[in-house]
């Protein structure tokens, strides 16, 4: 078989270079056919819904160019940027990861962000109670110079307040250097205000790389908060050798926003239509019409039946990631069913989490570390959380991540007592190949950077033989130690994106 493969390699090489007069190199043709190679064989093998066979092949990079010059020193910089990020945890951490990319666009001293403590989720935590802001700083040293706060010599030095501004959505390098940089060097000390998706998705190689250092390596959390997480990954673990998170959104007013039926009846419909009334400018939905569309979140008994025509068996081990559920223990009640193994924070942290409980970020961010940790991935809404930890998974090696295919499963799930289980199943395995996280999913140009980093993606050599079996020992893969594919928490067990945006976290 290989002499086969080689001899047709070495006949194809002589083709090219008869007919275009290029020579391709032995390496071009083997990374060319092995990509492609590896991408057919995918789509056309049965899915393993615990892992995909292929992930071994992909690693996340995100070190430095050789040509990316170092940081600017505080005493040279063009002044001091503060950033007022918005909204709840994870819309939160897109503004700060962003907030050091314009902080290097504008050659400026980042203040380190401050978080918003006005929004739905009334949390008061400051940047220091939620992440490790020391290591935030050390870690991004060669990159951007970061200060905890304005000298008071500067602060006393100025004859007026900070000016303050906030600068269009997906804003482009050339606005801030254009209309944000002269402000800045006028004025020294800069205050943008509601930054959240400030800064455009598409930037060059580099500026995305450093937007992957931030979030997947500067950005950790304080060791309490890592600390309680752990722990509830090893009673997950002590339980199962493998589970899945399941991030529900589900609350009142997030249903209400969605301007969809869930099936509760008038009474739902009362009581959702008097929250809806809280934004003035909402469209008038269509709740049939949003449900075909794919713009409806899956309620648990959904997200169950879906797990289960996967093939994910009765006595899985789940992990339920969630606020407030609209309906409580009635709604919840069919997943329990379909998973007994059914476990939440509360349940396996009671005592831990109590000093957290007035503090919806810091709670966030306990089921942002168990859904990190886990085998298995999925949510049923397409929120910031959801965003966020799919590009974070993929960038740790293509971790299982289940994104449902809501725009087709939803017709399934009002056809469903019309079909035998058999070909329901059938049916959701076919709907949902292309949304289960597999590396053949990563397209150029697709979604949020923050969802899909493909910057940040590098692919190993690939070769047949290395599929034989999962069980097969890896090679090293060149890199900092921080671009490895493990999460990076167990160290310290010694537009439609406009509505999406509104509850994201």
Not at 177 to 205: M, W
Not at 335 to 363: C, G, H, I, Q, V
Request: hydrophobic share 35%.
């Amino acid at each position: 078989m290989c002499k086969w493969v080689c001899g047709f390699m070495l006949f194809s090489l002589g083709v090219i270079s008869l007919f275009t007069g290029h020579v391709v190199s032995h390496l071009e043709w083997a990374q060319q056919l092995s990509k492609r190679s590896l991408l057919d064989i995918s789509r056309k093998e049965p899915i393993d819904v615990w892992k995909s066979k292929y992930s071994k092949f992909f690693y996340g990079c995100s070190e430095r160019g050789k040509s990316f010059p170092p940081a600017v020193q505080e005493h040279k910089s063009n002044g001091y940027l503060l950033i007022a990020a918005s909204g709840g945890l994870n819309q939160q951490r897109t503004g700060i990861t962003d907030a050091v990319v314009v902080a290097r666009i504008l050659n400026a001293t980042l203040v380190v962000p401050e978080l918003d403590h006005h929004s739905y989720w009334k949390d008061d935590s400051d940047f220091n109670d939620i992440f490790d802001v020391n290591w935030f700083i050390s870690s991004l040293t060669k990159d951007v110079t970061i200060v905890k706060r304005v000298p008071d010599r500067v602060m006393r030095s100025m004859e007026k307040p900070p000016y303050t501004m906030r600068v269009p959505r997906k804003s482009t390098p050339e606005y801030y250097l254009d209309q944000v940089l002269p402000i800045l060097s006028r004025r020294h000390v800069l205050q943008l205000t509601k930054f959240d998706y400030r800064l455009a998705n598409d930037l060059d190689e580099d500026m995305q790389k450093l937007r992957c250092r931030v979030n997947y390596n500067a950005l950790r959390f304080t060791k309490r908060i890592q600390s309680v997480g752990m722990k509830v990954v090893k009673r997950m673990r002590k339980m199962a050798k493998r589970f899945i998170a399941v991030h529900l959104r589900f609350e009142p007013d997030m249903l209400a926003f969605s301007g969809c039926d869930f099936g509760g009846g008038e009474k739902e419909r009362a009581e959702l239509a008097e929250i809806r009334k809280r934004w003035d400018t909402l469209p008038d939905l269509d709740p049939l019409e949003e449900r075909k569309r794919g713009k409806c979140p899956l309620t648990p008994h959904e997200v169950g039946l879906m797990l289960r025509a996967l093939g994910f068996a009765n006595n899985t081990y789940i992990y339920v990631a969630s606020g407030e559920i609209y309906g409580g223990e009635k709604t919840l009640r069919p997943l329990r069913e379909l998973f007994p193994n059914f476990y939440t924070k509360e349940m396996l942290a009671n005592d831990e989490l109590k000093p957290m409980l007035p503090f919806s970020s810091r709670l966030a961010a306990i089921d942002y570390i168990v859904s990190d940790e886990s085998d298995v991935f999925i949510t049923n809404n397409n929120g910031n959380m959801a965003k966020i930890l799919a590009g974070r998974r993929r960038y740790m090696g293509h971790k299982r991540t289940i994104r449902p295919n809501a725009k087709k499963l939803s017709a399934l799930f009002m056809d469903r007592e019309k079909m035998e289980w058999q070909t329901f199943a059938k049916k959701v395995k076919s709907c949902q190949r292309g949304f289960m996280g597999d590396p053949d999913e990563f397209k150029p140009g697709r979604g949020e950077f923050h969802e899909y980093p493909q910057a940040c993606i590098c692919q190993r050599p690939f070769s047949y033989d290395k599929t034989s079996t999962d069980d097969e020992e890896e090679e090293d893969i060149p890199g900092e130690v921080h671009n490895n594919t493990s999460s990076g928490h167990g160290h310290l067990s010694s537009a439609d994106s406009e509505r999406d945006e509104v509850f994201p976290d």
